[in-house]
């Protein structure tokens, strides 16, 4: 099914197509819950963040708790491609490199990576040359053989199928203006004036969130970041020859060539505040295509003009500390939120759903920490620091 009628009655409301949504009404509908997603755009929306070719699934982080919650995700992965027989992770292996002669944040990955067994190779100048001569420059690096990158719009449409396998209705174009929650459940009311109930209520809109709840917007803050494709290049930028990768002196990443999708570089920075999260995605913000073209030719070794390409823009929706906020409503209980992914949270999609699940099923959990608590994000300071 892929609407429902106002006078049914739920367990389950979600608000929000993207990962986090989709992966949460797959796992309340293989706990049995009757299930319905509201999504304002179509799935996958182009508008929004779990949208596009490519994301990066790796659990190199200097956060013990993103890490091993991002291995239990590329094993979520692997197992939806099991069910769903597509190819969802390509497993190029991920390297985080450095030019610099001392670089701390390669330095607390590699003891993240040792303290949790992550498979890593660690790789020095002459081993960079002769393996991967395409990262001009690079001094030291981590090469994490079981990461690489998911193909976004395929996640999501495949979480999306597997959770109508099971039993849960998707409702695109339904947009909710607004969820009011009281003793006997939720009601999301739609912008067409349709009015939708269940017992609770999930809120997960990504970069709308603050127009459902208002304090939201005072948590919440949405930039602006530049994407550039690349194609037509030599084998050697194509996997299995290219690994996924990111450079935390500059903070650009990118994804090599795949079948028919192109190079991805786009660089991880705090980026460009917008007003609003209907912006134009068909342009990159200011500055952005000068610094990645010269990347691209200094880092890489292209000539960018030799190549077609295209750039664009994509948003994040960050909170103050990067962690995501997934916790009930300090007033509602019967609403749980799940945001502010801060440009890191699709790769946990396949896991995302047993986290929140477990928090309204009361069921305690390592998958949940208290830094993701309303309290402890509400709290965090004032400036994004990006994972």
Avoid at 209 to 231: D, M
Wanted: aromatic share 8%.
């Amino acid at each position: 099914m892929t609407d429902a009628h106002a006078d049914d009655r739920f367990d389950l409301l979600i608000v929000g197509g993207g990962v986090f949504g989709l992966g949460t009404a797959l796992e309340a509908a293989r706990r049995g819950r009757r299930v319905l997603v509201l999504e304002r755009g179509s799935i996958p929306n182009p508008v929004a963040a779990s949208y596009g070719p490519s994301r990066k699934i790796r659990a190199g982080y200097t956060d013990p708790y993103y890490a091993a919650l991002a291995r239990a995700a590329i094993e979520g992965w692997h197992e939806i491609e099991r069910e769903t027989g597509d190819e969802l992770l390509v497993r190029s292996g991920n390297l985080v490199y450095t030019a610099l002669d001392q670089q701390p944040h390669l330095d607390a990955l590699d003891r993240v990576a040792c303290d949790l067994g992550t498979p890593v190779e660690r790789l020095e100048r002459r081993q960079l040359a002769a393996r991967f001569p395409q990262f001009r420059g690079a001094r030291r690096a981590l090469l994490e053989t079981e990461a690489g990158f998911l193909r976004a719009s395929a996640c999501v449409a495949a979480l999306r199928g597997l959770a109508e396998r099971r039993g849960a209705i998707i409702a695109t174009g339904r947009e909710v203006k607004a969820v009011e929650a009281g003793p006997s459940g939720v009601t999301a009311t739609t912008v067409d004036g349709a009015r939708f109930r269940a017992d609770r209520a999930l809120l997960a809109p990504g970069g709308w969130a603050g127009r459902l709840l208002s304090e939201l917007g005072a948590i919440l803050t949405q930039t602006r970041l530049g994407l550039l494709y690349l194609r037509g290049l030599p084998a050697a930028y194509h996997t299995p020859q290219m690994p996924a990768f990111s450079c935390p002196d500059t903070g650009f990443y990118g994804f090599p060539a795949h079948r028919d999708d192109a190079l991805k570089v786009a660089q991880h920075v705090a980026g460009e505040p917008i007003d609003t999260p209907d912006f134009d995605r068909a342009t990159p913000p200011r500055g952005f295509l000068e610094a990645a073209r010269a990347f691209v030719r200094d880092g890489l070794g292209l000539a960018p003009d030799a190549y077609p390409e295209r750039a664009e823009s994509c948003m994040y929706n960050l909170t103050a500390s990067a962690d995501f906020l997934l916790d009930f409503h300090p007033a509602e209980p019967r609403l749980f939120v799940a945001t502010g992914g801060s440009g890191h949270g699709f790769k946990f999609g396949s896991v995302i759903g047993a986290v929140v699940m477990d928090r309204l099923d009361g069921i305690p959990s390592d998958r949940w920490s208290p830094q993701c608590s309303w309290s402890s994000v509400v709290a965090a300071p004032a400036a994004a620091r990006l994972r």
